[in-house]
Nanobody, 124 residues
Framework: QVQLVESGGGLVQAGGSLRLSCAAS????????MGWFRQAPGKEREFVAA????????AYADSVKGRFTISRDNAKNTLWLQMNSLKPEDTAVYYC?????????????????WGQGTQVTVSS
């Protein structure tokens, strides 16, 4: 059974930092591209960041470039999203996702597995 379990969300003041983690099981983690999406209330789910299975290619949404960092540790089957300089507009449920290919995609429909999401709330 494939499972992606996010953790690390919470409430933080604007300008603060959070680190999200995604623990993967039931899949060949090192062979899968991984990513993060987020969804704010009343809005569509949007791409945040993705990383190839080798970690040699990374993509970020323009809105988070320079503030967020995606990384992975294949030996630990873990994906991270380091979020710095957080803004109120970053408030959303953040989802970890994986696809059955090593290359990354910015399309939500190209991903095969999803975590339950973790809430990030950034106050003014």
């Amino acid at each position: 059974q494939v499972q992606l379990v996010e953790s690390g969300g919470g409430l933080v003041q604007a300008g603060g930092s959070l680190r999200l983690s995604c623990a993967a099981s039931g899949l060949t983690f090192s062979s899968n591209a991984m990513g993060w999406f987020r969804q704010a209330p009343g809005k569509e789910r949007e791409f945040v960041a993705a990383i190839t299975w080798k970690g040699n290619s990374i993509a970020y949404a323009d809105s988070v470039k320079g503030r967020f960092t995606i990384s992975r540790d294949n030996a630990k089957n873990t994906l991270w999203l380091q979020m710095n300089s957080l803004k109120p507009e970053d408030t959303a449920v953040y989802y970890c996702t994986s696809r059955l290919y090593g290359s990354i995609s910015l399309r939500e429909t190209d991903y095969d597995y999803w975590g339950q999401g973790t809430q990030v709330t950034v106050s003014s």
